[in-house]
């Protein structure tokens, strides 16, 4: 024991602002930093992370606890991820231990072995290889169809890569017994690569010079954001850096914001590059998230496409980051560990001294202040790639016109019009259900939510009412419980109630509807936007889900039925959010050879927002957006935090934050807003409380969190109260 570290440091997987020291028994193996260890917690025992190794300690080493077992003699977190981690602990505000878990698969924070499943693959022979397919296709055409695969393979072929080829089993059994392929154990990691590489298209004098600036950029970090139209072929750009990327043998890791988003850019991006490639996102098995996560650590899979969590990723040469959507809200985290994928993704970046591509068509206004202040380089892609023309808009002014579920006379015409000429049609409706409201017509009572301060949705057919902030639901009542009416009826538009409207007024035309509710089966996104995809349906109907960054050459008419809806939001980032939602939907519009047209309907078409979006476009409105952020001191002018408390009971929270208040040390140019009920007080049956700090400089702000927060957990009030430290807050609610 005297010649190796007797102390372990160990990050334990719970809400303590603090590390644990254990002592290491003399038989075990030396442990090692980034690498776990099964330990005793209470009365429990816990997979932890090792932070540190050390020969002393603060405490009495006889009165410490000694490690049970040692999991790993390599880290499974590598040290440059050890170290952001570490740096997003202390940023957000967060405790190390649940940061360091949420880094890790679930297997791998379980105790299971870090290593890969296995499965069976298949490859040629030196015999297979000589054998001439033209001779053996008259006789055996599936035998020879499964030769020629193999024979021009460079890696073995796995299951996945046999699906397609029909009816193989037989065949492949037969060229086997033949000693013609062989079958192998390898570990199952999860790759996709195609085996026929698609012609890349030439790139317009715009998108080459994106990718002139990226691959300069490969030797160390600099902060680019790709800022094209919609359908300006951003994703063009983004193959060809990682083409350069691959080239010179190192990794790129791509966020995309929503699982919706990376079938399609994964057949993509298969069909082109050639090289191995992973998904991680929350979709997978837990077998299969921890294959993929093991092989972008060691080096078998070259680009790494995930969500979120996928910026946590072990990178064996890392080479390139990208970040598609940028803006988009999804690559924050809401709860639990609060952090922002985005924001994470340049850090890291940074430290790894590599670039980073941020790609929109509307970009967030921080990364627009970022490219103001110089932090951020910005490339332009004005135009959309192939020659399509941007689609024309049109504000319909609904007032005083009468509306078929939503739909007016002339937005039905416009339909007819695009439906007659063949093409599809786009109409988004951000509210899904059937009605937002039941109501009795007799005494006015309202379907409310048990648990929430907010009304049920009636969902058709299925007659029920759902709460969609808590998911309480129950069958619709037949009568009212307050006066025993039966006339209960549906107020408000939900996308059920417009896709029965459509159907009426459209028949024998294909209808999709695509939202959480139609597509909650595993697969089932991914399907609907297929059949969209191959024209199955002409009018597509749905929620944001459908404005993100699809491409669907044959929609030529996009209808927002009610932009109103986001005129007027509590949150100041409303009408940010409201205008990056409506150009992004736009853009699925006239996105191949014909000519595209927007229509929104409003009852406020002199909202000045509108009116700036239709005359001046993104840039414009952003710029007038950026001003009135700074003349109001809100980010990125500023720095805020958001300190959420809840329980049963309405008291606690308040009393809970009145405490946390009176302990902030007075601090020049601080802002306290609070404590007062959050925007829906009481959800999911628990009473909610917010408190908000905002400060001129991030810096300031920093300081103050890291010597305040760690102390609010020894507030009397804390142990009645579930609470929280969100940094950067993105949501108010």
């Known amino acids: 024991m005297s010649d ?3 102390i372990v440091q160990v990050a334990v997987p719970f809400p303590l602002y603090k590390l644990f020291d254990y002592r290491l028994p003399s038989a075990a193996p030396s442990p090692c930093v980034g690498g776990r260890v099964v330990a005793p917690f209470g009365r429990r025992r816990v ?13 009495e080493p006889a009165r410490l606890r000694a490690i049970e077992q040692v999991l790993d003699t390599r880290p499974v977190i590598p040290a440059e991820l050890m170290e952001l981690l570490l740096w997003a602990s202390r940023y957000y505000q967060h405790p190390i231990g649940e940061c360091l878990a949420a880094a890790l698969p679930s297997l791998l924070r379980r105790g299971r072995a870090a290593e890969p499943a296995h499965a069976r693959v298949w490859q040629i022979t030196s015999a297979g290889q000589t054998i001439a397919t033209r001779g053996l296709q008259q006789r055996a055409p599936r035998q020879a169809k499964l030769l020629a695969m193999l024979q021009q393979s460079t890696r073995p072929i796995s299951r996945a890569d046999l699906a397609a080829s029909g009816a193989w089993r037989t065949a492949l059994a037969r060229l086997v017994a033949q000693g013609w ?16 590489r698609a012609a890349a298209p030439v790139l317009n004098p715009e998108q080459s010079k994106a990718v002139a600036a990226i691959t300069k ?3 160390g970090f600099q902060a680019l954001l790709l800022e094209g139209v919609t359908g300006s072929g951003k994703t063009e750009v983004y193959l060809a850096a990682i083409e350069a990327v691959l080239s010179a043998g190192r990794q790129a890791l791509v966020l995309v914001p929503e699982i919706g988003l990376t079938p399609q850019l994964v057949a993509r991006f298969a069909s082109r590059l050639d090289a191995p490639l992973i998904l991680l996102h929350s979709g997978l098995s837990d077998t299969e998230r921890l294959d993929a996560w093991l092989a972008a650590g060691n080096d078998a899979a070259a680009v790494i496409i995930g969500t979120r969590s996928a910026v946590f990723a072990p990178l064996a040469r890392p080479g390139l980051i990208i970040v598609d959507e940028e803006h988009d809200t999804s690559l924050k985290q809401q709860d639990g560990f609060r952090y922002s994928a985005r924001d994470l993704a340049v850090v890291r970046a940074r430290r790894l001294a590599i670039p980073i591509v941020l790609g929109s068509a509307t970009a967030s206004l921080e990364t ?5 202040r110089g932090r951020y380089r910005q490339l332009r892609l004005p135009q959309r790639a192939g020659g399509a023309a941007a689609p024309g808009f049109r504000i319909l002014d609904v007032r005083g016109k009468p509306l078929r579920e939503g739909l007016s006379q002339p937005l039905q015409q416009r339909l007819r019009a695009h439906l007659d000429s063949g093409r599809q049609t786009l109409l988004l409706l951000n509210r899904r259900g059937f009605a937002p409201t039941l109501l009795c017509h007799e005494c006015g009572w309202i379907a409310l939510c048990q648990r929430c301060d907010a009304r049920l949705t009636y969902h058709h057919p299925s007659q029920r009412i759902r709460c969609h902030h808590c998911g309480y639901e129950r069958p619709v009542n037949t009568h009212c419980p307050r006066c025993a009416s039966p006339d209960l009826r549906p107020l408000g538009l939900g996308t059920q109630r417009v896709e029965a409207a459509l159907r009426l007024a459209f028949p024998g035309i294909g209808v999709l509807r695509i939202d959480r509710d139609s597509t909650r089966a595993k697969g089932a996104f991914e399907a609907r936007m297929e059949a969209a995809r191959r024209g199955e349906a002409q009018i597509l109907l749905g929620t944001q889900m459908l404005a993100k960054g699809h491409h669907l050459p044959e929609v030529t008419l996009v209808a927002v039925i009610d932009a109103d809806q986001g005129l007027f939001g509590m949150d100041f980032r409303a009408p940010e959010r409201l205008a990056q939602l409506l150009v992004q939907v736009a853009g699925r519009a006239g996105r191949a050879a014909h000519p595209g047209e927007v229509i929104i309907q409003t009852h406020y078409p002199e909202h000045p927002l509108l009116q700036i979006l239709i005359h001046g476009g993104y840039e414009r409105f952003a710029e007038d957006a950026l001003r009135e952020r700074e003349a109001a001191k809100l980010p990125p002018f500023s720095a805020m935090a958001l300190v959420r408390a809840e329980a049963q009971e309405r008291e606690p929270p308040r009393a809970f934050l009145d405490q946390a208040k009176a302990k902030i040390p007075p601090t020049r140019g601080l ?4 404590p007062v009920p959050a925007p829906m007080e009481r959800r999911a049956g628990r009473y909610r409380a917010q408190l908000l700090l905002q400060a001129p400089q991030r810096d300031m702000l920093q300081a103050l969190l890291s010597g305040w927060v760690p102390r609010l957990a020894e507030l009397k009030q804390a142990r009645r109260v579930r609470w929280s430290v969100d940094v950067d807050p993105l949501e108010m609610l």
């Open 671 to 674: 802002t306290i807003l609070g």
């Open 181 to 196: 392929a062989e079958a192998l154990q390898m570990p199952a990691h999860g790759l996709r690569q195609n085996h026929v």
């Open 217 to 219: 950029a490969l030797n």
């Open 368 to 372: 627009l202040y970022n490219v103001r």
């Open 47 to 59: 997979v932890g992370l090792v932070t540190a190794v050390a020969m002393q300690t603060p405490s």
């Open 4 to 6: 190796r570290a007797a």
